[in-house]
C-alpha cells in the first residue's frame, strides 16, 4: 500500500482545487482500488496554520517556533515524511500561489536547505479561472526540487480551456503508474542542488543545524542524490 500526502492551499470549502484532487483520487481508486492507497489529506480552510513570523528559528534549530502553539503542523510533517507520494495542490490568485499555500511552504522552508524528501515522488495541480497557473506552477516545481521532491507529473486546470476530462484523465494515469511502480527517479536539478549543498556542507568551517542534519543523515556519503535516493527508501 502507497501512502500519499495531501496539501490543499485553498481557504474556499467549495475548492476548486479540491474538486479536482477528488476526480482524481477516485479516477484511481476506480482502477486500482480503494486497498491500494492510504491517504492523509490537509486543506488550508480547515487546518487555521499560524503564519509564518519570520523569526529563522528554524533554519538555526530545524523546528519552528510556532510548532507548539498548533496541532496540525507536526501531524503534517509527520504524514509529508512518512509517504511515498505527496501532492501539493493551489489555486491561482493574481498569477501566483495562493497566500495559504505560500504560508505552508514558509512554515516548511528550513527543510529546503535539507532535502528531506529526496526520493519520494510528486504530484502538483494547479487551477485558475483563466489564466496565470504557469507561473504558479513554476514556483511550485523550483520549491519542490529544494525539498528533493521528484515532480513527476503536473497538472493545469483552467475553466476556460475545455480541457478539464482530458488533462484529469492523463494526471490519474500517471498517479496510477507512480502508485504501480517501485523505482525512484532524481531528476538533474534535484542533483544539482544536492551537490550545490554537499559542498557547502563538507567545510570544515560550516556548522549549524544543516549540516548536523546532513551528516546525522549521512547525506555526505552518497556521490549522487539518486544513490541517497536509493539508499533511503529503496533498500
Known sequence: MKKIFVYIGS???NSKTMKV???????????????????????AYNLNLKTCIGCSVCFLKGSCTLENKEQNYKEMLSAMSEADIIILGTPTYLHHISSEMKNFLD????LTHVMPFIG???VLLVSADSNGSGFAMDYMKKIATF???NVETTGHFLEIDGKKSWELARVS?????????????????IDQQYQSYKRI???TDYSGFEKD?????GYLEYETAYQLGRAKYHK
Request: glycine share 4%; aromatic share 14%.
Open 11 to 13: 481557504n474556499n470549502k
Open 21 to 43: 484532487f477528488n476526480e482524481i483520487r477516485n479516477n484511481v481508486e476506480v482502477y486500482l482500488g480503494v486497498e491500494e492507497c492510504e491517504y492523509t489529506i490537509f486543506q
Open 107 to 110: 512554515r516548511i522552508a528550513y
Open 120 to 122: 519520494k515522488k510528486c
Open 147 to 149: 525539498l528533493g521532491l
Open 173 to 189: 494515469n500517471d498517479l496510477i503508474n507512480m502508485i504501480k511502480e517501485n523505482s525512484i527517479e532524481i531528476n538533474e536539478e
Open 201 to 203: 556542507y563538507s567545510r
Open 213 to 217: 542534519y546532513w551528516i546525522e543523515n
